[in-house]
């Protein structure tokens, strides 16, 4: 039988061996938004056949329309996280996380006995949702006996829809999104009509959930690439090389913009014209060179080489003439020298970065680092910082800031390993409302690599990059059946945390500043910082729920 069928928040994370805390609060939602929450239940099954039973789920409400529900599964994690000293971690052994939300289909799934299984609910509400409270009935049914009697089991829980909409998100927001990762999953050839098919179905979700600026592989990223080893082509830009004179083909480039446009995203920021943690070597770039295709560009180039310079100087003015043929403004692209420089490659970068300047000027050059004297030398006029290295940022009021976390950021601050709570995943919103930060980005949108990409893995067996980075890190989507998107617990409740933010702007448009501040750090101890904030989940699901109720008074 189905024992304890409880009402769990989106922020629970409910294990096979642990029994969830039930939630018996409040559920409001604005238009425009997301109310995702779980109906959690016991499966009592003492062996046998009985062992083997079907269960389906149904959910019924006036608001069906704007309804959807996925099971939530268990994936594997060897390596869950390294740094466990601020203790806010559910837990930190090897095992078994919940994370993938997969597909329910109408005939029944499997669910483990003797266990906690759990559903998710989302209700993504629309500018046509009707206003007021609606019931959501969810009754869940399982087969007691092999294709015979079911037993059902229903709650209703009632859900207010306040009739006032978000607003359009201002926050620019990245994940870092790798074609040859679905390439290479799926076994088709890049930029094959299969392939755009498959990165078309990515792209979308990513859009849903409010990524609105997107890796453009001009050249095939070099990201996270063992020195010597390459990833495999998706470069969108053809190069002609003949008898020393270059010449581009566009097409497939004006393909993405286009298919990107219609999705939903807004900027783009193209792939980085020189490798990561150093600036030495330039990125892998495939050319059909007086009749042969091979690589002309790559580990063995010197970044600063005479060749090199001669290549960025006939490509860069051709691609900014291409970009501007396709309508894009300076604002809506953004340019990446190296990822993650340390102070002691300041020279490096900057000779690298004198090399584009003069063909990129107006487009605004950013790229991740920690160390604030590249800024203060002007070295990188638009740093993305990492989130616990924003400190002299912060205090130096640092205009149009834009922040960062992955691998590193394990202590104090926000972060969305699979270990972690889901309430230091959402509260990111608050804090990027608070210092009213203009960007996000993290790496790892759909990185189905090991680490440094020497193999491709199963995301759905391996979820720690081969054991080299902490579940949750690597990537946000599961690639699922058929090609489609499978989401995630860490994306929906990361776009919980982006729709608070946007919520906040909201409250202080109809009232102030100082009035939504107030309603964020009234009741703490410490003011909220990136470092200091309140770490159970109730501070979130009833902040959101006062600044809604604000909202319908004044809506």
Not at 315 to 321: N, R, V, Y
Not at 375 to 387: K, R, S, T
Request: glycine share 6%; net charge negative; with cysteine.
């Amino acid at each position: 039988m189905i024992d304890h069928l409880l009402i769990v928040s989106g922020l629970e994370k409910v294990f096979l061996d642990e029994r969830p805390a039930e939630y018996s609060g409040k559920f409001s939602m604005l238009r425009k938004d997301q109310l995702s929450f779980q109906v959690a239940f016991y499966m009592n099954t003492p062996g046998g056949d009985k062992a083997w039973r079907n269960v389906r789920v149904k959910v019924s409400s006036p608001l069906e329309k704007w309804l959807n529900v996925t099971q939530v599964k268990s994936v594997p994690s060897q390596y869950p996280v390294a740094n466990t000293a601020d203790g806010n971690f559910l837990r930190t052994a090897p095992g078994l996380y919940p994370d993938l939300l997969a597909p329910l289909p109408e005939e029944g799934v499997r669910m483990a006995p003797q266990c906690w299984n759990a559903v998710w609910i989302q209700l993504l509400s629309d500018e046509t949702t009707p206003a007021g409270e609606f019931p959501v009935t969810v009754t869940v049914s399982a087969e007691t006996t092999y294709g015979g009697q079911w037993e059902e089991h229903s709650v209703t829980v009632p859900v207010e829809v306040i009739g006032a909409s978000l607003p359009e998100q201002k926050l620019i927001h990245t994940e870092w999104f790798y074609c040859d990762c679905i390439a290479d999953y799926y076994h088709v050839t890049p930029w094959s009509e299969e392939h755009w098919k498959l990165v078309e179905g990515q792209i979308r979700t990513a859009a849903k959930y409010g990524v609105n600026m997107l890796l453009t592989p001009i050249f095939t990223p070099a990201l996270d690439t063992a020195v010597g080893h390459e990833r495999t082509t998706v470069q969108l830009v053809d190069v002609t090389r003949e008898n020393g004179k270059y010449s581009f083909g566009f097409e497939k480039l004006e393909r993405w913009v286009k298919l990107c446009l219609s999705c939903g995203i807004k900027y783009f920021e193209m792939a980085h014209l020189y490798t990561q943690w150093g600036a030495k070597h330039c990125p892998k770039i495939m050319a059909m060179d007086n009749g042969q295709y091979r690589r002309i560009f790559g580990w063995e180039s010197d970044a600063v080489s005479p060749e090199y310079r001669e290549f960025l100087a006939a490509f860069l003015p051709a691609l900014t003439a291409e970009l501007d043929r396709l309508g894009l403004s300076k604002d809506q692209v953004r340019f990446h020298v190296s990822d993650e420089p340390g102070a002691d490659i300041l020279e490096q970068y900057d000779a690298c970065k004198k090399q584009i300047a003069e063909y990129l000027r107006g487009y605004p050059l950013m790229d991740a680092l920690s160390d604030y004297s590249f800024f203060q030398q002007g070295v990188c006029e638009h740093p993305v910082v990492a989130l616990n290295h924003v400190t002299p940022f912060l205090e130096n009021n640092v205009e149009d800031l834009w922040v960062y976390y992955c691998v590193g950021q394990n202590y104090q601050v926000s972060n969305r390993f699979m270990c972690m709570p889901s309430a230091r995943n959402r509260i990111l919103g608050a804090q990027l409302y608070k210092y009213r930060v203009k960007g996000f980005l993290q790496w790892g949108f759909n990185f189905y690599n090991s680490q440094l990409s020497l193999r491709h893995i199963d995301p759905f067996a391996v979820t720690d990059a081969d054991c080299g980075l902490p579940s949750g890190d690597p990537f946000l989507v599961y690639p699922g059946d058929n090609g489609e998107p499978w989401d995630s617990i860490r994306l929906r409740v990361f776009y919980d945390g982006l729709n608070d933010q946007r919520a906040l702007e909201l409250l202080e448009s109809l009232t102030s500043r100082e009035f939504v501040l107030e309603l964020l750090e009234g009741g703490l101890s410490k003011e909220l910082t990136f470092f200091e904030y309140p770490t159970e989940a109730a501070y979130l699901l009833n902040l959101r729920n006062r600044v809604n109720e604000e909202i319908r008074k004044r809506a």
